[in-house]
């Protein structure tokens, strides 16, 4: 096993997200002599968060990305991507004529040259030349895989066995969901991609459908997670809600709200817990604060993964609620199917591979109203006991058939790390 990896991530395995990585990780150790984790937004402030198995180098860029820094990359970019006539006619091919697309399109691919142009000097100190295959795998469809692109094509041009994997999960994969209807390089980015994996066949049909000339490349490849062998508590003296999200519009935290004031005008006796931080935290408390009960309601703020599983080790749970606008596969979701928790969640992005009506839980329409939830939310509350312990039980079937991650990872790793046969 002569091999090595490239893996281009946001943060992992420094600061938070990525999650999913945690478990892939060891099993892609095992199939690689060596892993290099490229962390493409890593500051120099950052501190490594997470452990990584023994074969596997983490070389963090070091670029802060906060917006001045952003504006500073395009400055710096500008004039070499405006010299480079290849660039300027993909840009103006890819942007349609809209002069918004343009300046997103000069905006992302300066970024990813100011990440190239650093990664380019920090692996030169490497030996690649040892092994006999590279695999580069970006963890999204996005900057990672045109930084990926800019390895394979220019840093390793002339290599015969490299090769460029991509995974795609929801920001990076739906453009009629991105805020200008738009991304940046689908077709060049695909069409320099040797295998894209979307993490639902909702993403597959997505990319097969818009961009069919490169539906021979797209698979999928879902993501997991690992069972803790936790199993939720409940009680019946109340509905005890969870949600698990970073707060951002795209979670509908407030469709949550005015479903649970429902729930009050009902009488039904609830205590809803969410966990995660974001964006919207400080005003989504305050509303949550102003229209329901304070006391049935607790905010834990972020926590880590292995903080989120001891949470349901520790506390009571009777059903999940995720009401979000647009989703890829959600983590969260797994997690509690996983500890045979119910599940009422729209049924947006791949949520229906995992999520099926009086089964294991209940789909609502992306444009639900706050009754509509509340109507699930006492179904839930007025079932009777075996029929509850049913849905429970056909929770951890479905995620054991579909998310769990030590086949799923297993299965993957095996894949990338075969010789590439070109189709």
């Not at 999913?20 to 199939?31: D, G, N, Q, T, V």
């Amino acid at each position: 096993m002569n091999n090595c990896l490239i893996l281009l991530t946001n943060y992992y395995p420094f600061h938070k997200g990525e999650e999913y990585l945690e478990s892939e990780i060891a099993y892609l150790s095992e199939k690689f002599k060596d892993i290099y984790i490229i962390s493409t937004m890593v500051s120099d402030k950052m501190e490594q968060t997470r452990q990584v198995p023994e074969n596997v180098t983490v070389i963090p860029i070091g670029i802060k990305h906060s917006k001045i820094t952003k504006v500073k990359m395009l400055a710096n970019q500008f004039g070499n991507i405006n010299r480079d006539e290849t660039k300027k006619n993909m840009i103006k091919k890819d942007c349609k004529g809209k002069v918004i697309n343009k300046l997103y399109c000069y905006y992302f691919e300066s970024r990813a040259m100011d990440v190239y142009s650093k990664l380019e000097k920090l692996i030169s100190k490497y030996d690649f030349n040892q092994y006999n295959s590279i695999k580069i795998y970006s963890y999204w469809l996005y900057i990672t895989d045109r930084v990926g692109v800019e390895l394979k094509n220019k840093y390793f041009k002339g290599k015969e066995d490299i090769e460029l994997i991509s995974r795609a999960h929801r920001y990076d994969l739906y453009e009629y969901a991105a805020p200008l209807k738009y991304l940046p390089q689908r077709d060049y980015l695909l069409n320099n991609t040797d295998r894209i994996y979307p993490c639902s066949q909702d993403g597959v049909d997505n990319l097969k459908e818009t961009y069919p000339k490169y539906k021979h490349k797209v698979k999928v490849k879902r993501l997991g997670t690992i069972s803790r062998n936790i199993i939720c508590n409940k009680k019946d003296d109340r509905l005890y809600i969870v949600s698990c999200s970073a707060v951002r519009k795209v979670k509908r935290l407030d469709l949550l709200i005015e479903s649970l004031v429902e729930l009050e005008k009902n009488n039904i006796p609830y205590f809803w817990t969410h966990m995660g931080d974001g964006p919207e935290f400080d005003n989504i408390k305050k509303i949550a604060e102003k229209k329901l009960n304070k006391d049935n309601i607790l905010f834990t703020g972020f926590l880590r993964n292995k903080d989120v599983l001891d949470w349901y080790k520790d506390n009571n749970a009777t059903v999940f609620v995720n009401l979000s606008s647009s989703e890829g596969v959600p983590v969260s979701i797994m997690e509690a199917i996983s500890m045979k928790l119910p599940v009422i969640a729209t049924d947006v992005g791949g949520t229906r591979e995992i999520v099926e009506n009086d089964v294991n839980g209940y789909l609502l329409p992306m444009e639900c109203t706050p009754k509509d939830v509340a109507e699930r939310l006492m179904k839930i509350n007025s079932m009777e006991n075996m029929q509850y312990k049913n849905m429970c039980e056909n929770a951890f079937q479905i995620w054991n058939e579909r998310c769990n991650a030590e086949k799923l990872y297993k299965e993957f790793a095996v894949d990338i790390s075969q010789s590439y046969k070109k189709m």
